[in-house]
DNA sequence: GCTCCATTCTTACGGCGTAAGTTTCTGCTA
DNA sequence: TAGCAGAAACTTACGCCGTAAGAATGGAGC
């Protein structure tokens, strides 16, 4: 319920409360759906009061990364010696946070997140990786691989574009159209679902990196 | 130069001419810059006559990824018996053909390509890994783990979201702010550039990924 | 010369981000 | 208690956007 105000009361927002209903409004309608107009609407409110709490929509944006990246390291603690099994939390806690908001997906590709709380996480880790005796270039390497590969992996997953919802067809909706004699492998692969498990290749596909860096010299 | 020309006289357009215009526009403008209108200015053309040739913008941003990812195809042949430097290959090979093309990074990671010409390479590829000896759902799981890494980190490497150049400071351009006190080893990182070269680290993890593929039982 | 049709242009609508200016309320000071 | 300063919200306006609908133009076949 949208309480009744007069023009100059205060409507008790917060920078917070902004960003959440932001979060929420992308999650319940997609990306593309987001305009400063509908965000006002949904708090109660013109659009150009959320320009009290946000200088533009693209710093709007950006909040919402950090937002969702935050949690992805609010349970984790420092990586300390073990660092692989530390990286490996890092990763499906990281992708879980990013299939909770698949609508803020496609940003968390393309915007850098440089937050002074992001900045102060990477510190972190970065002290508890040497800590651990993994040399500081090798750190950035390894974090960096498995977050790219994390983003990446789970933006397929995510699959369509969020907010085209059904107007992309993905492999799947087109397995019918599928000429199995000009296309017997990919037939057999709708039809046993063989290599198209993204949560066990994931895990697969972490394991193996992470080893793989484990046992560089 | 433009070619003056009347009312309903034909422009001698076509699709492909549509998608290099577009193209070229995204590769000097930047994505958020492209417009229907901006379009068909750069063709000599007003934005309703792009329509005849594309049934609406979603449609046209499609056909950039597509035709991006054909170019990273297109100097590849079959992985036949050697899969690993065959995958090694389109690693690069794609990881280049989208650095080309920095404006439609972002479209890569979120659109689906399915067009019959995508279909017609994977199956290509499913067939020659399952001749090398690969299982069906380990060739999948291969191909799109390196795929999705490799659109990953390029997303990241190629950094700020294109068209927002100078909008979004990244970490290099913050090394000034950098407390050297409070952030000792980012700005050690800055300072030695440890961990910064995209190049050797992407050729390192592809390495990695398709050695421990390979040495699955 | 005339008709038909493909191609292009024109106009219009509703929505967008946001700059600039106006109105109203709150809390402090006298 | 009166007055006022500042904060917060609203209103208006501008130039964009994607695209639906329809009018205008040119060339091809008779």
Redesign the pocket.
């Known amino acids: 319920m949208v309480a009744v105000?007069?023009?100059?009361?205060?409507?008790?927002?917060s920078r917070e409360q902004v960003f959440d209903a932001a979060l929420d409004f992308v999650d319940a309608h997609g990306l593309p759906?987001?305009?400063?107009?509908?965000l006002?609407a949904a708090l109660?409110?013109?659009?150009?009061?959320l320009?009290?709490?946000v200088p533009?929509?693209?710093a709007l944006l950006d909040g919402l990364v950090d937002r969702v990246m935050e949690t992805a390291f609010a349970d984790l603690d420092s990586p300390g010696a073990s660092w692989v099994p530390w990286l490996r939390s890092f990763a499906h806690a990281l992708r879980q946070a990013l299939l909770a908001h698949p609508g803020v997906l496609p940003l968390a590709g393309t915007r850098p997140v440089n937050s002074p709380d992001a900045l102060r996480m990477s510190e972190r880790w970065l002290a508890g990786m040497r800590a651990g005796g993994v040399p500081l270039g090798r750190a950035m390497d390894v974090v960096n691989v498995v977050a790219t590969f994390t983003i990446g992996h789970t933006l397929a997953e995510a699959g369509r574009t969020p907010g085209h919802e059904g107007t992309e067809p993905n492999l799947d909706d087109r397995a019918d159209e599928l000429d199995p004699a000009e296309f017997p492998n990919l037939t057999e692969v709708i039809a046993t679902r063989a290599g198209l498990d993204f949560d066990s290749r994931f895990t697969e596909a972490i394991d193996i990196l992470l080893a793989g860096y484990a046992a560089l010299p």
């Open positions: 105000r007069r023009v100059g009361a205060k409507a008790g927002l759906a987001l305009s400063m107009r509908k006002g109660g409110v013109e659009a150009m009061t320009y009290n709490y533009n929509k693209d």
